[in-house]
């Protein structure tokens, strides 16, 4: 009897064991899950990091600017023959981020497109925004531009503040072509919000436009890739520019093609 009591007690003492050691392993499963989680958004931090020092990540305020002059890091011109507009840093009263805005002021004779890009950024899919007010008097037209090889080819996100009309163009070689236009109702506000994303779906590229946080305007093109962002007046304007904003976007395009079914 006692050498049965003993065995029993030993395969107790075994399973006791085996339990102990169960309950360890499935105390130690939410620490290696845990561990293999911090891994994947240290490296998502990485790669972010990486963007950023690649100097994408990008806000221009203009208050550490001097008045009177063009804004640093930045290079006017124009899509034909015409006079350069006049940009220039000023201090506004009303300014967003006071106390600088840039200004903006075009005199075309004819259709022209004026534009004031910011030198050695290159997005391919940027998500840009600008705060934007119409000067005294006049009828401002104007916006952004994303893609922008040059003066002449560029993707255009423009608020006719006199018609109400918002129209998002390509201009390929000096030639524009609409994508897309519509009606807006613009706030009873000094200053209103335009902000430009690009992105890409699969093998779809698509340009989303918003006024004041409202969408307006989804548009698809792919003529134009990687590019220069930046601000654009058009023929007889005067406006006042703000806070611009420009980061990249990830891109949802696959590595390697779908497979076929």
Known sequence: MGVHVSHVGRNLLATLALLSVVGTVFMIEP????????ETQEEKAANLKQQAKGGLFQQWPFDQESPGR???GFVSAVSGEELLAEWVVQQHPTAPSPPNIVAASSNCRQLCYQVLLAEGMQYEYPDVSVRFHAAPGTGGSGGVVVGARDAKNFYGAIVDLATQQVRFIRLSSGVATMLGQTPVNLKPVDWHT????????????FVEVFVDGTLVLSVEDQALGLGQVGFVVTDKSAMLFDSFHAIPLFSHRPLSPPPAY
């Not at 335009?194 to 590229?205: A, E």
Request: no cysteine.
């Open 31 to 38: 620490s290696l899950s845990y561990g293999v989680q911090r």
């Open 70 to 72: 063009l804004p640093n």
């Open 194 to 205: 335009l902000r430009v994303q690009r992105n890409t779906i699969i093998s779809k590229d």
